[in-house]
């Protein structure tokens, strides 16, 4: 296939039936756990490491201590992992769809097209987290300021889906995208963080919500001047509370997992009585259990091995969890959470968990305050 004719498309094309469904989607998600109704699951179609992405490979870099300069030595992905997140993905899309959840797919991209801003170029990644590109607050639809340059357009595979929520009525909005130059990036294997930059940047994933508190994680993947953006946006509708000092990696979702209202999940290698949000201390903590660690390939891990906090409400009484967490699902079981217990073979090398592959649409119910 060509890759320089700009009307090259792949994903979905026009002669499909599916892509001339452009009915109204009414967008309203208030927190993480009431009744699904609506849902995106991400694929995996395409997926591949991006070489040249300087972002990336400063993450790369801090996790794995490969060098920090030169393109990014990462394996191709194999066929067979493809296949079998393929298979996974449709998995848990069949078993959501069983219970009358409408469940959308991204449209696939041409990842190995290069794309270019004003500072730099690269390939693209990968449509399996829609849930680090795009956010739900109520009925708003943002798209995220993400700090790699390779994902910076991968919420044109949403466009038919943001078309249909604009239709539906909901209110669309897109985050300024951060410059990400070459200063705006740490090279420095000593620090922490990744970015170094005063433009807001955040991937939707460092934000979980619980009606009319918002949690934001300040960390490598969500900067003090996306909380900025993020609070300017929402005003006095919502607090966006900061969340400093709990983790300095990519993304809130295995560090803090709301269950229900007065009910919390935490991750007790970052999480503890003193750090843990304001708010939260009045809810019920539990801790973590330490979790079982596998390999299907010889792909190095993208993730920590608690990923398996990554897990996904259906409705306040039942999470889709990994079906090899057993000691995690003995515990939610106790606090009365059934477990639909799923896989994502190769969740680790490619950085995400049900929670991630996941952006919720709709769930029954509205905006309260849980923290009277
Ligand atoms: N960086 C996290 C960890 O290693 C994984 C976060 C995955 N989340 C996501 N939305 N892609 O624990």
Known sequence: ??????????????????????SPIRVNAHNEWDPLEEVVVGIIDNARFPRKDHVLRTDIALETGQPIHGDIEMPDIPEFVIEETKEDLNIFAGEMEKMGITVHRPDAMDTQRKVAS?????????????????????????ESANIFPSRHFEAYSYRDLLLRCLEGGSRWIAAPKPRLRAVDCNTDSQVKTILNTVDPAF????????????????????????????RSILR???RVHACPGLYTGMHIDTTITLLRPGLVLVNPERVNEDNLPEPLKKWDVIYAPEMEEYAYSNLPPLC?????????????????????????????????????????????????????????????????????
């Open 203 to 230: 991937d939707a994933a460092n934000v979980i919500k619980a009606g009319k508190d918002l949690f934001y994680l300040i960390s490598s993947s969500g900067n003090e001047a996306g909380l900025k953006w993020l």
């Open 236 to 238: 006095d509708e919502y």
């Open 118 to 142: 004003p500072y730099w170029e690269t390939e693209q990644f990968y449509n399996y987290c829609p849930r680090d590109v795009l956010m739900t607050v109520g009925d708003r639809i943002i």
């Open 304 to 372: 920590s091995a608690w990923l398996g906090l990554n897990l996904f409400m259906i409705n306040p009484g039942l999470a889709v969890v990994d079906a090899h967490q057993k000691a995690l699902i003995k515990l939610l079981e106790k606090h009365k959470i059934d477990v639909l217990p799923l896989r994502l073979r190769h969740g680790s090398p490619l950085g995400g968990g049900f929670h991630c592959v996941t952006l919720d649409i709709r769930r029954k119910g509205g905006k309260e305050d849980y923290f009277k």
């Open 1 to 22: 296939m060509p890759h320089n004719t700009p009307d090259t498309i792949i994903g979905r094309q026009e002669n499909d039936p599916a892509s001339h469904d452009n």
